[in-house]
């Protein structure tokens, strides 16, 4: 596709449901993020993939997060067990080359839990 | 790690004057500061950046200026218009990172 596309656009899940939250990046490109952006802050970083591999998952806030890129193109982001302070949205995005130059971001999902 | 802060929080001109947004970084390993772009319920959208190479960038009414030696840069618009109102990212990102950090953003509201 022409961007970086996310899916669902909004999601709200009750406290203690799982969730997953899907990227399709630009095709072709190598290296692709996760962000988590909460109400009237700036992204946050939550983990990296250069291809299938995942580089980076520092800004995981806990193990109930966990994301995949199994074949280098789509990624998931999973929660599991959603609390009240996974709330926020959910920016996915996309480099031709690796590290952060050149973002396309997508359009995030809004992940409200009840 | 890397700590980027911005201000102001909110900037209101009026339409046809300018706007100055400002960051500072912590790392001085830091090398690539782009500006993001977030209308309501949009995605944040690349609108200029700089490396550390150099200390003035402009494109059309757009400028950003660079103090590597202060540690901070700054988001110039010149001549603004109602479009230009959106929420303003700083970011900056170093060889050692694989990621943008980013400032809390500053509301621009231009005035008709």
């Known amino acids: 596709g022409a961007g970086v596309s996310q899916s669902p656009r909004y999601k709200v899940a009750k406290r203690g449901q799982d969730v997953a939250l899907r990227c399709d990046p630009i095709s072709g490109h190598v290296s692709l993020f996760w962000y988590q952006q909460a109400l009237g802050q700036g992204p946050e970083f939550l983990t990296y993939?250069?291809?299938?591999?995942?580089?980076?998952k520092s800004g995981l806030p806990s193990d109930r997060f966990f994301a995949e890129r199994p074949e280098g193109s789509v990624s998931t982001l999973k929660i599991q067990r959603t609390q009240q302070e996974d709330s926020a949205v959910y920016l996915c995005?996309?480099?031709?080359?690796?590290?952060?130059?050149?973002?396309?971001f997508g359009s995030g999902t809004r992940l409200t839990v009840v | 790690g890397e700590n980027v802060e911005q201000h102001p929080s909110t900037l209101s001109v009026q339409e046809g004057d300018s706007a100055v947004i400002k960051c500072t970084y912590s790392d001085s390993a830091s090398n690539y500061f782009p500006w993001y772009k977030q209308e309501l319920g949009k995605r944040p959208q690349l609108i200029i950046d700089i490396r550390s190479n150099v200390g003035e960038k402009k494109d059309q009414r757009i400028a950003v200026t660079l103090n590597k030696t202060a540690k901070h840069f700054s988001l110039h618009i010149t001549e603004t218009q109602p479009e230009d109102s959106a929420v303003y990212f700083c970011a900056a990102s170093n060889p050692g990172a694989n990621n943008l950090f980013f400032g809390t953003g500053t509301r621009l509201t231009v005035i008709p």
């Open positions: 995005a996309s480099s031709l080359r690796d590290r952060g130059y050149g973002y396309t």
């Open positions: 993939f250069q291809n299938e591999a995942q580089l980076d």
